[in-house]
T-cell receptor
Framework: DTGVSQNPRHKITKRGQNVTFRCDPI?????LYWYRQTLGQGPEFLTY????????KSRLLSDRFSAERPKGSFSTLEIQRTEQGDSAMYLC?????????????????FGSGTRLTVV | AQKITQTQPGMFVQEKEAVTLDCTYD???????LFWYKQPSSGEMIFLIY??????QNATEGRYSLNFQKARKSANLVISASQLGDSAMYFC?????????????FGQGTRLTINP
């Protein structure tokens, strides 16, 4: 397992189209996070999963956004009816939450991201 | 709410010099963790160093060290003997150590350029 994998790396879409991104986390990691990063800014939290359960969604995640993590493995992030303001880098990260609730691994491993351009 | 402030949009340093990247934070949590990440132009976020709020010693990882001043709520990154490959965006981030999302909150970043 070489790390967190995200596909596609780049996506150009027309306004109003739907897009779906995929994230494959490190296999033993039980937590998976999605972040959005616009140009010149730091990443902003969108949502996270513990195993297959989606436990929190940011207010940034409008109803056009939906994320899933079936069977607690890979995750998908779908954006419906894309808008130009959705243009950003979408980053996925995974980590392992220890059995006693503290993070067994301090580090979050990030993927290389999917850069979305809405034209 | 947690907040990270990085006040240096850009830094220019000569190769082999040491550089300090500033980070201040605000949180009401008693326990928290502070992180530094490097983001090259390729986009991936590379973990550099971690400091827990109860760690008594400043964290070090090779050429990276974290100057942690809890009373001042600052967590500056020090890179010794800078190299051309250090040119990248650098982000400071924090996470509360409580049950829940334990999500990272990032600052706006500092773009570091190493000149030959």
């Amino acid at each position: 397992d070489t790390g967190v994998s995200q596909n596609p790396r780049h996506k150009i879409t027309k306004r109003g189209q739907n897009v779906t991104f995929r994230c494959d986390p490190i296999s033993e990691h039980n937590r998976l996070y999605w972040y959005r990063q616009t140009l010149g800014q730091g990443p902003e939290f969108l949502t996270y999963f513990q195993n297959e359960a989606q436990l929190e969604k940011s207010r940034l995640l409008s109803d056009r956004f939906s994320a899933e993590r079936p069977k607690g493995s890979f995750s998908t992030l779908e954006i419906q009816r894309t808008e130009q303001g959705d243009s950003a880098m979408y980053l996925c990260a995974s980590t392992l939450l220890g059995t006693r609730g503290s993070l067994a691994n301090y580090g979050y491993t990030f993927g290389s991201g999917t850069r979305l351009t809405v034209v | 709410a947690q907040k990270i402030t990085q006040t240096q949009p850009g830094m220019f340093v000569q190769e082999k010099e040491a550089v300090t990247l500033d980070c201040t934070y605000d949180t009401s949590d008693q326990s928290y963790g502070l992180f530094w990440y490097k983001q090259p132009s390729s986009g991936e976020m590379i973990f550099l160093i971690y400091q827990g709020s109860y760690d008594e010693q400043n964290a070090t990882e090779g050429r990276y060290s974290l100057n942690f001043q809890k009373a001042r709520k600052s967590a500056n990154l020090v890179i010794s003997a800078s190299q051309l490959g250090d040119s990248a965006m650098y982000f400071c981030a924090m996470r509360g150590i409580i049950q829940g999302a334990q999500k990272l909150v990032f600052g706006q970043g500092t773009r570091l350029t190493i000149n030959p």
